[in-house]
C-alpha cells in the first residue's frame, strides 16, 4: 500500500498492576486505552513504549496514573499518596526530558501535566482540599467529579474549545503549587487550581482534567488532542521545508 506513513506518537507504559488495592490504579490503567483512542482520532499513530529512545517518534502523549513521588520535587514524604512507583516515575519523568531535547511534541493528561511541571522543575500540592478528587459510586467503582474551567483566550488549547469556559471531568488529588519554569496557566478552576499549561516557546499543552472521561462532549474531548496534532504537523512541516 502507499501513501505517508501516519506520524508515531510514543506513550510510556502504565507499569502498575490494576489487581491492587486502590481502585483508582484500574481507573488509570483502564482510561489509557481511551486516551491512544482520542490520539489516533487524530490521524497518529500511538506506540506504547517502556524506553526512552525517541528518535523515531514525531511526538510523545504522557496519560494519566498514579502520584509521583513527593522526594522528587522536594515534597512531603509523609503526605497521602497512592500507587507512587519508582519505575514509572524514571520512565515519565525521563522520556519527557528526551522529547523536549528532541524538540518534539508533548501533550500531557492528568498525571501527565504533573509530570511535565516536576520535570521543569515545579511542585505539586501532595493532596488537594476541594473538589477535584473521583467521587465513590457506592460500587466500589469511581465516578468523575464535574466542574468549570475558564481557559486563557489566546492559548493553543482555547483555540479548538466552543467557549472560554467550560466543564470538565476531574479525577485528581494534587496540582501544580509553583509552576516549572517556563511553562505558562492556561486554563484555571473556580478556586485557582491550574486546569491547563503550555510552553511559549516549546510545542507543549497539558492538561489536568480528563478529557477521555466518559460523558466529555466529543468537542471538548478531542480539543488537547487536536491542540497537539497541530503541533505535530507543524514540526513536520517545518522539518520538511527546511
Request: glycine share 12%.
Amino acid at each position: 500500500m502507499g501513501g505517508m506513513s501516519l506520524p508515531r506518537i510514543a506513550m510510556p507504559a502504565r507499569l502498575s498492576d490494576a489487581d491492587g488495592a486502590d481502585a483508582r490504579v484500574g481507573l488509570a490503567n483502564a482510561i489509557f486505552d481511551d486516551v491512544a483512542a482520542l490520539v489516533r482520532a487524530e490521524g497518529l499513530d500511538v506506540v506504547v513504549v517502556r524506553g526512552t529512545d525517541l528518535a523515531s517518534f514525531d511526538g510523545l502523549v504522557l496519560p494519566g496514573g498514579g502520584d509521583i513521588d513527593p522526594a522528587r520535587y522536594g515534597g512531603d514524604a509523609s503526605a497521602p499518596c497512592y500507587d507512587v512507583n519508582p519505575a514509572q516515575d524514571d520512565l515519565d519523568l525521563e522520556i519527557a526530558a528526551a522529547a523536549v531535547a528532541a524538540g518534539i511534541p508533548i501533550l500531557g493528561v492528568c498525571r501527565g501535566l504533573q509530570v511535565l511541571n516536576v520535570a521543569f522543575g515545579g511542585t505539586l500540592v501532595e493532596d488537594l482540599p476541594g473538589g477535584h478528587v473521583p467521587a465513590s459510586d457506592g460500587c466500589g467503582g469511581l465516578e468523575w467529579t464535574w466542574h468549570p474551567v475558564a481557559v486563557a483566550p489566546d492559548s493553543r488549547l482555547a483555540g479548538e474549545l466552543p467557549g472560554e469556559t467550560v466543564s470538565v471531568a476531574s479525577g485528581h488529588h494534587q496540582a501544580i503549587r509553583d509552576l516549572g519554569e517556563g511553562l505558562v496557566a492556561t486554563a484555571v478552576a473556580d478556586d485557582g487550581v491550574i486546569e491547563a499549561v503550555e510552553h511559549p516557546d516549546l510545542p507543549i499543552v497539558a492538561v489536568q482534567w480528563h478529557p477521555e472521561a466518559e460523558g466529555t462532549p466529543y468537542e471538548l474531548a478531542s480539543a488537547p488532542f487536536a491542540a497537539f496534532a497541530d503541533l505535530v504537523r507543524e514540526r513536520s512541516a517545518s522539518l520538511f521545508r527546511g
